[in-house]
């Protein structure tokens, strides 16, 4: 396969045990790559110098905001650009479709793609609540992301489409403690997030219904917002209803994480209402 006319923006802080991963599964992809780094001191910036690749830095403020910084200042070679972490991976199966989609030159401007969680080498096929979809292929020029969270939302009038096949995410690639240490800061902000934007729970209860699976996955997370005992329910729902048990001792593993980052978000939740009086 020839390489794909396709910008990759590659988002980085401290990532020189993961970049080279990285890069050499777009080796045969693209030849345009980009680094936007916010503040590596690790030896990741020079990682990425020696393999041929531009680098820009720019301080984090949000995924939202960091992807927007990208895509206003990045000299992008191709008007569609996907953009990948350092602890994710390219598969071919992922460029053959994109080579596909890419030459229907339809109204899209955007695509949402699933990720493959691996775990010890194993892919949480179950406990990952596979697939989640995130925008990561779109024009450059037809999309905007806003912070949300610990996250980001897109923001386009164009229409947007899914992608069948994933990347791949190492997202323990750091260890368990960073892990949990990456979380307790994620939790922080989906508390903000939940308390600034909770919706009436009827519109969301109405929402969870939606034809759109991305609408109805954010309506069940905003629902969930509301329930007594979320650790103990998000166990059974990653272990019973997703079927996490099958990933064997994985699965067990990624269950009792995400259990107990539901329960620092309960507490953060609560701090913030105390904080703003909101009992």
Known sequence: MQKLPL??????CNEVDNLTACLDS??????????????????TVALAQQRGVAVQCHSFEGFGSQRNWAIDHLDHQYPW??????????????AAEIESVLQRNDSTVGYYVANRLMLGGRW??????????QLRLFRWDAV??????????????????????????????KGMEAWFRKHAGYARDEARQAVAQQRPL??????????DRVVRRRAWKAVSYRLPMRSALRWLH???????LLDGRAGWTYARMLAIYEAMIA???EAVRQTQGRF
């Not at 939302?153 to 096949?165: C, D, M, S």
Request: charged share 20%; aromatic share 10%; glycine share 10%.
């Open 7 to 12: 910008s990759v923006v590659i988002l980085t």
């Open 26 to 43: 777009l080796a045969t992809v693209t030849d345009d790559v980009h680094v936007v780094d916010s503040g590596s001191t690790d030896g």
């Open 81 to 94: 650009v996907f953009h990948l972490d350092a602890d994710e991976q390219f598969t071919p199966e992922l």
């Open 124 to 133: 949480l096929r179950y406990a990952g609540n596979y697939p989640t979809y």
């Open 144 to 173: 905007r992301f806003e912070n949300h969270g610990h996250g980001q939302r897109e923001v386009t009038e164009g229409p947007l489409g899914y992608l069948r096949q994933p990347y791949v995410h190492y997202g323990f690639s």
């Open 202 to 211: 009827v519109h969301e209860i109405v929402q969870c219904v939606a034809r």
């Open 238 to 244: 990653t272990m019973v209803l997703k079927r996490g």
């Open 267 to 269: 507490v953060e939740i």
